[in-house]
């Protein structure tokens, strides 16, 4: 149990250091979500938003974070 109570804590301070970055510097990020291969399709009554290269980005930076974790909690 000890071992689970401690991952509790480092993903919540994981979450307080990006709920502080964001708070912060949230206008720095403008540009995630506008990257080329996004798709973005407006029109009258419609609008379509699919951030594919930004979710990709995400997903690769997300698992590097957990090998560090893993590598350094194992």
């Not at 990006?18 to 912060?24: E, I, L, N, P, S």
């Not at 419609?46 to 974070?65: A, G, Q």
């Amino acid at each position: 149990m000890n071992h689970i109570g401690r991952l509790i804590i480092i993903i919540g301070v994981f979450f307080v250091i990006v709920g502080v970055v964001v708070y912060f510097w949230g206008d720095k990020f403008s540009w995630l979500g506008r990257l080329p291969g996004d798709i973005r399709v407006e029109k009258e009554n419609f609008r379509f938003y699919f951030p594919i290269t930004t979710m990709i980005i995400i997903s690769v930076v997300v698992s590097l974070l957990i090998r560090l974790f893993q590598r350094f909690f194992n």
